[in-house]
């Protein structure tokens, strides 16, 4: 069993370059399926999700080459086959297959997705999206069943909740259907703009990405193309949260920070004190920070995705934080992991409750990462505690963070992947 070993108390210093979009990567791979010459993408972070998908492609009879963080994707000799369930289970981005093989298909059979479990992940609002262009939608032995024997038509779709999967997935499935298609309530995360701007270098014809409203005017086919992904604002957080935490002088580059904005406000509001440029974010040594209430909600407000990473530099502050996460509720798996290090902090209903202490000394122990995003967190804890930190279940860190450990140590953290009987 692997672990991740950190030796704590060493600050960081350094430039760290951040890596592409893990959200946009495992949509943008099931996407390029619909062309019908070689896509290729440029930026795609080397992560266990990227190398699933790689695997469920080539299943499929999709020729890939992934090297250099350049991946290509040759769908000319692909088949419709039902997915294999096994890489399925381990990841949730594995639904866009759904709206993908729709797209190209008119049919597809999917396992339900898997991923990390931060409560339930209902795919309601992609089966009303699918059934809505015309598809039936059937679960049978775990599998979704999905078949449009008449082709999908075009038509006006709301979105009951702001989802950016069943926007994605609704995308992919309605970019070849009969006519327009509108969807309605519609998520603005810059991973569907990312999407849509793929889709209509491989030319779709989609309008008002990034806004509530996307308008789809189907086409007849779909052509390769190259397409450069955009920088993981997610991953570039994790490491703006690490430095203001425990940093003395760290330069985060490959950053849009307009994706990153009430983040951005919200290390400032704390007393975080950053130099942003065009492309990078330089987190200085600070000191004083106060404490500061997070409520995780849809893009573009704070990502439920940063709440976790956030949690360690929260710990830090004079006072007390409340975080309510509005997106999923059970993602407060990590609490009892820095509780268990020396953290004050409490689970109370659907808040996380935080008293901070700015002399704060965190001990390292043997922690479990329950998730992905916790397990950044604990990362973090164990970078800033005293002695060795060993978290478990690295595999969920490894699902979306490109090369941690060698970007850790060039900042001068002590860290090191372990093989355990």
Known sequence: MKKLVINGGKKLKGEVKISGAKNSAVALIPAAILADSPVILEGVPDIKDVHSLKEILEMMGVTVSFENNRMKIDPTNMKS????????QSLRASYYFMGALLGKFNEGVVGLPGGCYLGPRLID?????????GATV??????????AAEGLTGTRIYMDMVSIGATINVMLAAVKAEGRTVIENAAREPEIIDVATLLNNMGAN??????????????????????????????????????????DGVKVKNVIHEHLESFIAK??????????EEDSITVHLSTGLKAANVTTVPYPGFATDLQQPITPLLLLTEGTSIVTDTIYEARVNHIPELVRMGANASIEGNMIVINGNPDLQLVGAEVTASDLRAGACLVTAGVMATGETKISNVGNILRGYDSIIEKLTALGADIRMEEEE
Do not use: Q, W
């Open 138 to 147: 059937t679960t049978e032995n775990g599998a979704t069943n999905l078949k």
């Open 81 to 88: 086959t039902p997915m294999p369930s096994g890489k399925i």
């Open 206 to 247: 989609i309008r008002g990405a990034g806004t509530n409203e996307i308008r789809i005017d189907g086409v007849k086919e779909l052509h390769g193309c190259r397409h450069s992904i955009i920088p993981d604002r997610i991953e570039a957080g994790t490491y703006l949260a690490m430095a203001a935490a425990y940093g």
């Open 125 to 133: 609002l992609h089966i009303k999206g699918f059934e809505a262009l």
């Open 267 to 276: 290390l400032t509001e704390m007393g975080v004190k950053m130099t942003i």
